[in-house]
């Protein structure tokens, strides 16, 4: 596709269910990140995917986070179990490998948990 | 330890001045990257300008400028001829030698009439 989308834009979900946040990136960009934002805040790194590398999970705030990445594509957030602090906007970039250029970033999932 | 730090949370600008933002940054990488983004109030994530570490010259990119100074780690955004659309939250951030971006907390620019 043109850019990377990300779906659905806004979720609200009770406390305790699971959710699934997905992102399909730019066509050819081998890499792929997974970004939150707290109201008012800056970017907290997640995870980042790379070609068929192991993915960088470093930024996970807890085991209910996880995500998975499809055929070097499509990419899916899921969170088990949400809390009121899981609510955030949910950000997902993808770029080529190796290019500074390339980061472009998806419009968001709106995650409210209450 | 905080990779990228921005001191300024919000700063007032009148229209048609120039701001300065201010980023500090942090790595023992010899190459690296340095960013600035814009975030208006519709969230979408918006690159403005670019500065690898082996760069001579400063970046230019319109109206806005990157004032990189290596040796004391910053790489401050300068913004001439504020615009009112120039009003939303801007991120900088840094790519180390894994490609990953780690973002400052961002500084809310608001543009006065």
């Known amino acids: 596709g043109a850019g990377v989308s990300q779906s659905p834009s806004n979720k609200v979900t009770e406390k305790g269910k699971d959710v699934e946040l997905r992102c399909d990136p730019i066509?050819?960009?081998?890499?792929l990140y997974w970004y939150r934002q707290s109201l008012g805040q800056g970017l907290e790194f997640l995870i980042y995917?790379?070609?068929?590398?192991?993915?960088?999970k470093s930024g996970l705030p807890s085991d209910r986070f996880s995500a998975e990445r499809t055929g070097g594509s499509v990419s899916t957030l899921t969170i088990q179990r949400t809390q009121q602090e899981d609510s955030a906007v949910y950000l997902c970039?993808?770029?080529?490998?190796?290019?500074?250029?390339?980061?472009?970033f998806g419009s968001g999932t709106r995650l409210t948990v209450v | 330890a905080q990779k990228i730090t921005q001191t300024q949370p919000g700063m007032f600008v009148q229209e048609k001045e120039a701001v300065t933002l201010d980023c500090t940054y942090d790595?023992?990488?010899?190459?690296?990257?340095l960013f600035w983004y814009k975030q208006p109030s519709s969230g979408e994530m918006i690159f403005l300008i670019y500065?690898?570490?082996?760069?001579?010259q400063n970046a230019t990119e319109g109206r806005y400028s990157l004032n990189f100074q290596k040796a004391r780690k910053s790489a401050n955004l300068v913004i001439s001829a504020s615009q009112l659309g120039d009003s939303a939250m801007y991120f900088c951030?840094?790519?180390?030698?894994?490609?990953?971006?780690?973002f400052g907390a961002g500084t809310t620019v608001t543009v006065r009439a």
């Open positions: 951030a840094m790519r180390e030698y894994d490609y990953k971006l780690s």
């Open positions: 066509s050819g960009h081998t890499a």
């Open positions: 995917f790379q070609g068929n590398s192991a993915p960088d």
């Open positions: 790595t023992s990488d010899p190459s690296y990257g």
């Open positions: 970039a993808s770029s080529r490998q190796g290019a500074d250029y390339g980061y472009t």
């Open positions: 500065q690898g570490s082996y760069d001579q």
